[in-house]
């Protein structure tokens, strides 16, 4: 199998996320696809860098800002495939198979994975459905879930937008509905909901979106949602 995928992760601080993140991309190493992981890190001031330089990836330095981390990761890459993937969240062991399926069989279409949570009950099983309905129906996904797509789809729809928050967003609009979902599933961090609470995490998910599609500006509504 060739290396046709490049992994971007952007990080931030992720020290004790990025371990895991990191060895779930080792059936990629094994099998041959992966070509190369890019870390594209925003101004960390744990061991983020350190991890990630131990694990061979190419690590590139910027401002903070997901969107502008992201972009700068692509425009780096070498394989005609990228996978954009946070750092708190973990593909799954088959993940080559179904990534290989993907890009022969669809290659005008990008594609994420299902979501679920690194947490269980009623709330976790809520709220991924809802991402997961959301993706087929709005094909609207969170950036949780990976976006696995070619760079020639990618520069298409202008590449990912430097903007703080989403961005996951912006670049879904733009495919105008060339998003598959894959039956495969990705785990990723409950972090943020454990903290502040699913009812009420999630109610700031849907008015950060909405308030989003009705214009409002990424830098400002990043200013609100980060706050604690």
Not at 147 to 175: H, T
Request: aromatic fraction near 6%.
């Amino acid at each position: 199998m060739s290396a046709r995928v490049s992994i971007i992760i952007p990080t931030l601080n992720a020290a004790d996320a990025l371990p895991e993140t990191l060895d779930s991309l080792l059936p990629g190493v094994a099998q041959g696809i992966l070509r190369e992981v890019i870390v594209s890190d925003g101004g960390s001031t744990d061991t983020t860098r350190q991890i990630a330089d131990d694990a061979g990836a190419v690590i590139i330095e910027g401002a903070a800002g997901r969107g502008g981390q992201i972009a700068r990761g692509t425009s780096m890459a070498k394989a005609p495939w990228v996978l954009v993937l946070h750092a708190d969240s973990h593909l799954p062991p088959d993940w080559v198979g179904a990534v290989a399926v993907h890009m022969n069989e669809h290659s005008g279409q990008a594609a994420v994975f299902r979501l679920t949570f690194r947490a269980k009950g009623i709330l976790p099983a809520i709220t991924a459905g809802w991402a997961n309905l959301r993706t087929r129906i709005f094909h609207l996904p969170y950036g949780d879930q990976g976006l696995l797509i070619s760079r020639a789809v990618l520069d298409q729809i202008g590449g990912y937008p430097d903007q703080p928050l989403m961005e996951d967003v912006a670049v879904a609009r733009a495919l105008k509905g060339r998003l598959r979902l894959l039956d495969e599933t990705i785990t990723t961090s409950a972090e943020r909901y454990q903290r502040r609470g699913w009812t009420r995490q999630g109610a700031r998910n849907i008015l950060t979106l909405a308030r989003y599609l009705c214009g409002a500006s990424p830098d400002r509504l990043a200013r609100i949602y980060h706050k604690r």
